[in-house]
Structure formats: structure tokens, C-alpha cells
């Protein structure tokens, strides 16, 4: 039987907080709000990049028809032999300018390097001789002040000694003034030489950093080294006005070309061919192209101190030869402006 004082406990129920409840809401909502901007967000993003990729796909649309139409222009000429001659010396020619382009673009890159490696060494060299240098001052200021470290050591060993008996005890005052102002002295000096032997090991320690761009006088004896190998190339190519029509060729379409009759063309091709044959085999290239260069360096003017390219004009007059001594040999001068007529392109090869 159960215990009629047994006794239930009823746990009160709590009410429902309202406020909480809104709140949560709220966040609901916001977190929705903010979900929802998210995605207008990226919705725009992708449209804007649908837009892109359509308009590029339609530039490239726009450039494949225009590849099309070139390459049936192109069989259509090739199909006449009359045009077909015409076509062949278009693209020799397009193809030696490019050819002279690429001689230039690697002396600039070489010679680049070249003087790069030459100017970092003579600042090293002139680094090391000036480190050196003032490490000797440091060491014989050093060696002075451990001289007279050891003598006001020897002095304030000396006073102490001479006042350690009786004198001490008959002139005290006058013992201590002239042992503490040795004592003064020697800390001065010891001073003096820690600060000059920090000095030493932070002076000893310094390192040059390397330099990555070329000096002003650097890069304007590149580029008259180029401007030199343009005008070698302008010279070789002079014969039938090769060089002339190369540019040309590198400036107007295949349907503006136009070469002359068959048998004009034939010859230009010919000659076109001969004349870079010669060119390859000609071992005393760098020679010429460096001693004109040494040329061009006495008749360049720049406009200010810091300008790398020369004035066109002045290098603009060109020698078909140029002596040993730096002269023009014979009196054959062209009027051949490789810098402002941009003969093998060679205003974009420079350095700035």
C-alpha cells in the first residue's frame, strides 16, 4: 500500500519568452535578407563575366573571319603565278626584317648583361678598395688607442704604486687627484677604442648590394651599339634598296605589295637571298658594329642629362665605313635615320 503522506512535486511550467522568440525572428529574417544580397551579388558577377565571354567570343569570331578572308585573299594570289612571285618576296622580305630585328634584340640583351656584369664588378672593385682603405685608418687609430691604453694602464699602475706607503699617508689629496684622473683618462681612451673597434666590425661587415638596372652612361653605350648593328644591317641590305623595302613589307598589307614584273621580283628575291647569305658569313660584324658605335659616341647629343636615346639628328648621317682611327674612310655619306625611321623596329629595342 502506498503511504497516504507520500507527497507529488509538480515542477512549474515556464511561459514562453516572446521577446526571444521575435528575436530569433529577426536574425531569421536578417540572415535571409543578407543570404538573398549575396545573391543578387553573385548573380551579377556571373552575368557581368557571360558578358565578357561573349564579347570575346565574338572578337575572336571577328578575327577567325578575318584569318579566313586573308587566307583565301592569299590562295587566290598564290593560284596566279604572276601574284605568287609577288607573294614570296612580301614574306622574304617581312621575314629578313624580322630577321634584323632579332640580331639587334639579342646584341641589346647581351651587351645588356655584359655591362651590367662589368659595371657591378668595378663597384665591387671600387668597394673593396674603399673598405679596405678605411679598415686601415680604423686599425691604425685602433693600434694608437691600445698604445695609449697601455700607457695610462702603466701610469695608474705607477701612481698606485708610488703612493702606497709613506707618500700616500704624507699627501693624500694630491694621491688621489692624480690617480683619479688617470684613472678618467684611461676610461676615456678605453672608450674611445670599443667605439672605434665596433666600428671596425660594422665597417668590415657591410656588403654592396647588387644593382639591377644599368647606369645612365650604360645604357646609352647600349644603344648606340644598336643603333650602330641597325646601321650595318641598313648598309648590307642598301643594294636594291633591300632594306627600304623590307620595311615596307613589315608596314603595309600583302595586297598593297607590289614588287615590280616577274622577273623584278625574281631578282629582288635573289639578291634579297645572296645578301643575307653574306651577312651570316661575315665574321667581322661585331668589329664593324662596335667600332661605329665608338663613332656614333662622338657625334651623339642627348637632350638632358638623364635621357638613354639620342638625339635622331645627330646620329642620322651615316658612313658607309668607318677608319680605325674613328673616321669616316671615303666620302660616301647616307642620309639613313634608323632611329626616327624605325628600321628594324629598333625605337622599341632600346633601352630606356
Known sequence: MVSSSSQVTVMPVEPTDGAAAERRADEALLRLFWNRAELKKEFARLRDERAQLEARI???EGQLLRAQQRLEQLESRLANPEQ??????????????????RRIARLVRDLSQRELNDEQRAR???????????LRELDGRIDQLRGRA????????????????????LMPGRAQREIEAARAGLATVVAELERYQSLRVLRAGERLTAESQLSVAGRRRVNLAAIAMAQELFLHFADGDIAARARESSARQLKDANFGHSADCRRLSR????????????????????????????????????????????????????????EPAGDELLDADVLSQEYWDLYSLLVP
Not at 90 to 98: F, G, N, S
Not at 150 to 169: F, I, K, S, T, V
Open 58 to 60: 565574338r572578337q575572336q
Open 84 to 101: 605568287a612571285v609577288q607573294v614570296a618576296v612580301y614574306y622574304q622580305l617581312r621575314a629578313l626584317w624580322h630577321y634584323g630585328r
Open 124 to 134: 665591387l672593385d671600387e668597394f673593396a678598395r674603399t673598405q679596405a682603405a678605411e
Open 150 to 169: 697601455r700607457a695610462g694602464r702603466q701610469l695608474l699602475l705607477d701612481l698606485r704604486q708610488r703612493y702606497a706607503g709613506w707618500r700616500g699617508l
Open 271 to 326: 639578291l634579297a637571298a645572296r645578301r643575307l647569305h653574306e651577312l651570316e658569313a661575315l665574321a667581322a660584324l661585331p668589329a664593324m658594329v662596335e667600332r661605329r658605335a665608338r663613332y656614333l659616341a662622338r657625334l651623339a647629343e642627348y637632350r638632358s642629362e638623364s635621357d638613354t636615346v639620342p638625339v635622331a639628328a645627330s646620329v642620322a648621317v651615316v658612313p658607309r665605313r668607318i677608319s680605325a682611327t674613328l
